[in-house]
T-cell receptor, first 110, second 113 residues
Framework: SQQGEEDPQALSIQEGENATMNCSYKTSINNLQWYRQNSGRGLVHLILIRSNEREKHSGRLRVTLDTSKKSSSLLITASRAADTASYFCAIVGSNYQLIWGAGTKLIIKP | ETGVTQSPTHLIKTRGQQVTLRCSSQSGHNTVSWYQQALGQGPQFIFQ???????GRGNFPPRFSGLQFPNYSSELNVNALELDDSALYLC????????????FGPGTRLTVT
C-alpha cells in the first residue's frame, strides 16, 4: 500500500507560473523526500526535509512540512518547460525503504 | 547522472518465463533497493540488500528474488512471469545507516506477453 498521497494528480500551468503540489501521509516520519521522474524513467532526488524542520529551500524549490497535519507541500517557482515531469513524495519506512505516493503529473505549457 | 546503471533497458518476455535484471550501484554505496513501478503509479518496494544479505522485503511473492555481489552490484530475478509483472523496475543505491536520498538508475522496462 502507498503511504503518501499526492494532490493534485495532474497539474497544467503556463511557463513562468508557480506550481504547488501537496503530499499527505499516514504514519510518523523521520524525514520526507521529494523526487522527480521524467518520462517514466529513473527518479531524481530533489529535496529531503526532516521531521524537525518546517521549511526548506533549494533553488526554485520550496518544501514545507506540517507533522501535525501529516502533510508536505512542494512549490516550484518560475516554472520552466524542463520542469514537466511527475513529482513524488516518499517517506522512509523500516529498513530505510522508501514508501511512495502515486505522484503529481506536472505539465508546463510554453 | 547518478552513477547507477541498469541492464537491460527494455525486455520482452512470455508468461511463465524467468528474467534477470541487473544493477550496478554508485561508488561508495553498500545498499541496493529494488522497486516495481506500474504505469501511472508510484514505485513499490520489492526488497533491499545490504552487504550481500536481504535486509527488508515488501509485499512480493517468493518468485521475486535477488542477489547482491561483493562489489555491491545486484540482480533481481523473477520466476514464472505473469502479465501483471509488466512494469518499470528501478534499482536505487544508498549508504546503509542513513535515511538520506537514494540514487536511482534509469530502470528496466519489462513487458510480459
Amino acid at each position: 500500500s502507498q503511504q503518501g498521497e499526492e494532490d493534485p494528480q495532474a497539474l497544467s500551468i503556463q511557463e513562468g507560473e508557480n506550481a504547488t503540489m501537496n503530499c499527505s501521509y499516514k504514519t510518523s516520519i523521520n524525514n520526507l523526500q521529494w523526487y522527480r521522474q521524467n518520462s517514466g524513467r529513473g527518479l531524481v532526488h530533489l529535496i529531503l526535509i526532516r521531521s524537525n524542520e518546517r521549511e526548506k529551500h533549494s533553488g526554485r524549490l520550496r518544501v514545507t512540512l506540517d507533522t501535525s497535519k501529516k502533510s508536505s507541500s512542494l512549490l516550484i517557482t518560475a516554472s520552466r518547460a524542463a520542469d514537466t515531469a511527475s513529482y513524488f513524495c516518499a517517506i522512509v519506512g523500516s529498513n530505510y525503504q522508501l514508501i511512495w505516493g502515486a505522484g503529481t503529473k506536472l505539465i508546463i505549457k510554453p | 547522472e547518478t552513477g547507477v546503471t541498469q541492464s537491460p533497458t527494455h525486455l520482452i518476455k512470455t508468461r511463465g518465463q524467468q528474467v534477470t535484471l541487473r544493477c550496478s550501484s554508485q561508488s561508495g554505496h553498500n545498499t541496493v533497493s529494488w522497486y516495481q513501478q506500474a504505469l501511472g503509479q508510484g514505485p513499490q518496494f520489492i526488497f533491499q540488500y545490504y552487504r550481500e544479505e536481504e535486509n527488508g522485503r515488501g509485499n512480493f511473492p517468493p518468485r521475486f528474488s535477488g542477489l547482491q555481489f561483493p562489489n555491491y552490484s545486484s540482480e533481481l530475478n523473477v520466476n514464472a512471469l505473469e502479465l501483471d509483472d509488466s512494469a518499470l523496475y528501478l534499482c536505487a543505491s544508498s549508504s546503509k545507516g542513513s535515511s538520506y536520498e537514494q540514487y536511482f538508475g534509469p530502470g528496466t522496462r519489462l513487458t510480459v506477453t
